[in-house]
């Protein structure tokens, strides 16, 4: 039998991404630095968009979240209220599921704030949107289930499901899956009754 010589099989090291909240003003300024400089044209440190985090900091931080790869700050998504401002990984972390997993932490934070409905504007990156069930015009929009006692045991499950994000390992179909899925494999589920969000009150998450 050949050898074939050419092919290494040696093992690749996992990617390690660590999603969670900033920790201090000085963590959300400097991940919305790195999340800025993913727009074309980077979008600088004292745009008024890093001013309105900055005051909605103390309420709502748990819609500020970095991710981190080998202790570097590579991305994040960052928003308040029900609106996600500004998100996006570094492109040598893209096409790798880590702004799905992103969009859907901040989605499960945003229901445990009680938000029923998340709004964003998006003019670039509106099929990454699209894909991950927002919909609307100018602005996109997207329903999220009620919070109730039961869905608060769910919702700790869909949290640990949703996680971190390793790649190079098996990721589970489940944790890999777009968050309407999660919410019915977990029993939750979204009336588009609560859909309300005018146009109008929509800020923008870019531009
Ligand atoms: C858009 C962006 C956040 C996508 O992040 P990512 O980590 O590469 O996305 P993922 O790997 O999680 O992709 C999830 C799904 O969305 C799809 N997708 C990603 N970017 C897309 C785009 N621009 N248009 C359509 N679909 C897109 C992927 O193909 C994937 O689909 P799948 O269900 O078939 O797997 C990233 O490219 C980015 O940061 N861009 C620059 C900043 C930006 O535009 N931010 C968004 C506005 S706030």
Redesign the pocket.
């Known amino acids: 039998m050949r050898e074939d010589k050419g092919v290494s099989s040696k093992p690749v090291a996992p990617e390690r991404y660590i999603i969670r909240q900033v920790s201090s003003l000085d963590e959300l300024r400097e991940a919305f630095a790195v999340?800025g400089a993913?727009?074309s044209p980077p979008i600088p440190p004292e745009d008024k968009r890093l001013d309105d985090l900055v005051r909605r900091y103390p309420q709502d931080r748990s819609l500020m979240l970095l991710v981190q790869r080998e202790g570097r700050i590579i991305?994040g998504a960052l928003g308040f209220g029900s609106t996600?401002?500004?998100?996006?990984?570094e492109p040598s972390?893209?096409?790798?599921?880590?702004?799905?997993?992103?969009?859907q932490t901040f989605e499960v934070a945003a229901m445990r704030l009680g938000m029923r409905t998340l709004n964003?504007g998006?003019d670039?990156?509106?099929?990454?949107?699209?894909?991950?069930g927002y919909h609307g015009k100018s602005s996109l929009h997207k329903e999220l289930p009620a919070p109730s006692r039961v869905q608060d045991v769910r919702l700790k499950r869909l949290e640990r499901l949703i996680g971190n994000l390793e790649v190079g390992q098996t990721v589970t179909t489940d944790a890999m899956g777009?968050v309407p899925s999660l919410f019915r494999s977990e029993g939750i589920s979204a009336s588009p009754a609560q859909a309300s969000a005018p146009e109008d009150s929509v800020e923008r998450?870019?531009g």
């Open positions: 999340i993913q727009f991305g996600l401002r500004i998100l996006g990984p972390a893209r096409g790798k599921g880590l702004g799905r997993r992103l969009l964003l998006a670039e990156a509106k099929g990454f949107y699209l894909r991950l777009q998450c870019i």
